[in-house]
């Protein structure tokens, strides 16, 4: 009876609301198309897709991340990416949001059919997750591929709840396929834990690849028990190549999740290295530089680190990716190093959100 209420409400809210504007809320830098598969017969499915502000300004090709269940959360991705990529923690990036439309569009049902490995009887629709993997690999990742400047070989796969089941069934069984994976309350206990026999088959099979994983549960959610039993195990397999980061996120519910695991997630498996230079490499970079429009900016070694210092009141911390780039993590800055024949710096040019500015080296 509560629900019936709350739906009732909810949609003479939605009709409220359609009646104060003519206009549908568009997230900026986004399209939808639509994809018919051949391999999920008869099956129409929508795509959401983001692309950078500087999108098609150069040939580059951008890493792609596959979100589940778009419907509900390409906003959340979207604005949670907008944050991440502006105080710099990721790069610019092609967001996919697959959802369902056409005939067969019921979100509920779909997702019971196509985020499931093996079909149980209380859900007749259920164990469509090789059909739905077939699609990825044969119709969506071709359409986006070829239609867009993205990256095949730096994939991640996003999924909440039965969409991080599905998150971790590909990583067990068709690692090909992404190289990161970010799963948020993933529904280990399906079809009596059956996803343990992945994991296990995936451990004894030789087709293991580098891979970077984030999964999370809400620290309120009844299964934390058996996601920390899953972690342990998977944990305790893993090779140097594959890392993995997992948190039980305090005072989270099972929807909750998305938001602080989403954006968690991100960080993590798009984290750049931070390498430590020797004390060579800090005093080449080491110095006073001067842009052409009079900008001044110092760089001096703050313990193991660079420190750039802008007109002796904001400082950043810089980590080093390599000896030629650095970046910072308080908002999105890089920067690029020249230098001469003899391997002294000359300059850099300065990446910010809002551009580029060119430095050239004054004094050591």
């Known amino acids: 009876m509560k629900q019936s209420s709350f739906i009732l409400c909810f949609l003479v809210l939605f ?39 500087a999108y098609g300004k150069t040939d580059k090709k951008y890493p792609v991340l596959y979100l589940m269940d778009s419907q509900w959360d390409f906003p959340l991705v979207t604005a949670l990416y907008g944050q991440q990529y502006y105080d710099g923690f990721v790069p610019a990036m092609i967001i996919v949001g697959v959802t369902w439309t056409g ?19 209380q859900v007749p629709q259920s164990g469509g997750a ?3 993997l077939s699609f990825m690999k044969n119709e969506l990742f071709p359409f986006v591929e070829s239609h867009y400047q993205a990256d095949k070989n730096d994939r991640t ?23 990161k994976y970010v799963a948020a309350s993933p529904a280990v206990g399906w079809d009596n834990e059956v996803i343990f026999q992945y994991q296990k ?31 342990s195990g998977l944990s305790s397999q893993l090779d140097k190549h594959e890392q993995l980061k997992s948190q039980v996120l305090e005072n989270i519910g099972h929807s909750g999740t998305k938001g602080e695991g989403f954006e968690r997630g991100m960080q993590y498996v798009f984290a750049r290295p931070a390498v430590q230079l020797t004390d060579a490499q800090l005093r080449n970079i080491s110095g006073v530089y001067k842009s052409v429009n009079g900008n001044t900016v110092v760089i001096k070694p703050g313990g193991n ?15 080093a990716a390599n000896e030629n780039e650095l ?11 020249n230098k001469a024949e003899n391997g002294s710096v000359s300059g850099f040019t300065a990446e910010g959100f809002g551009g580029t500015q060119t430095f050239s080296k004054t004094k050591q």
């Open 327 to 337: 970046y910072a993590t308080a908002e999105f800055l890089n920067l690029h190093f």
């Open 201 to 231: 088959k995936y451990f004894e099979s030789k087709d293991r690849r580098a891979a970077k994983l984030y999964i999370c549960e809400g620290g309120v959610e009844r299964g934390v028990p058996m996601f920390n039993k899953f972690i």
């Open 15 to 53: 009709q409220l609301l359609a009646k104060a504007q003519d206009h549908p809320v568009i997230i900026p830098v986004s399209q939808v198309q639509k994809i018919s598969s051949a391999v999920v017969a008869g099956q129409d499915y929508e795509l959401h897709i983001m692309l950078p502000s």
């Open 305 to 319: 680190q660079l420190l750039l210092s802008i007109d002796n009141n904001n400082e950043f911390t810089l980590y």
């Open 130 to 132: 090789d059909h739905f």
């Open 157 to 179: 796969l996003m999924g909440c709840s039965l969409g991080g089941l599905f998150t971790m069934y590909s990583f067990f069984t068709q690692p090909d396929l992404f190289q």
């Open 103 to 121: 005939k067969y569009s019921n979100p509920d049902s779909l997702r019971a059919r196509d985020y499931t490995p093996t079909h149980i009887q």
